[in-house]
Structure formats: structure tokens, C-alpha cells
């Protein structure tokens, strides 16, 4: 190759590195603007998780309470269930 030709080379080569430089630099700014939305999320996302998993265990608690009062409870009716009425008394049920 000639002096020239690598002269046009160079010329064209400087060109579109000229020419697509500002578009790369856009592209990589709002490429960076999106993986900082990303990682806001993902820390957003994180806290709805623990908030999520408390939640549950709170739930899971409630549920147990739940049926621990029911059983409570249940044994508690049968014996008034066998309670006589008295005549001249109010009735129980």
C-alpha cells in the first residue's frame, strides 16, 4: 500500500471513530442510568423479601395461636357440655 492509501485509511478509520464516538458515550450513559435503577430495585426488592418472610413468620405464629386457643377451648367445652341442669334455673345452653 501506498502512503496515500494508508493516508485515506487512517482518514476514514478517524472518521468513524469521529462519527460514533458521541453515540457510544449515549449509549453507555444511559446504560449506566439503568444498571442504577437495576440496583435500586434489587435493593427494593430485597427489603419487600425480608418484610415478606417477617410477615409470614408472623402469620405462622398467629396460626399456631390459633389452633392452640381452639384445642384449649374445645377441651374446656366438653366438660361443660356434661353439666346437669338444675330445676328452676336458668338454662345453660
Known amino acids: 500500500m501506498s502512503p496515500l492509501d494508508w493516508g485515506f485509511a487512517t482518514a476514514l478509520v478517524t472518521t468513524g471513530v469521529a462519527v460514533l464516538l ?3 458515550l449515549m ?5 449506566a442510568v439503568v444498571v442504577s435503577k437495576l ?3 434489587e435493593k427494593r426488592m430485597s427489603a419487600l423479601t425480608e418484610r415478606l418472610d417477617n410477615l409470614w413468620d408472623l402469620e ?12 384449649r377451648l374445645r377441651t374446656l ?4 357440655g356434661e353439666i346437669p341442669e338444675i330445676p328452676g334455673d336458668f338454662p345453660v345452653s
Open 39 to 41: 440496583q435500586d430495585l
Open 22 to 24: 458521541p453515540w457510544m
Open 27 to 31: 449509549v453507555h450513559g444511559r446504560l
Open 77 to 80: 367445652e366438653e366438660p361443660l
Open 60 to 71: 405462622r405464629q398467629r396460626q399456631r395461636d390459633a389452633a392452640r386457643w381452639q384445642a
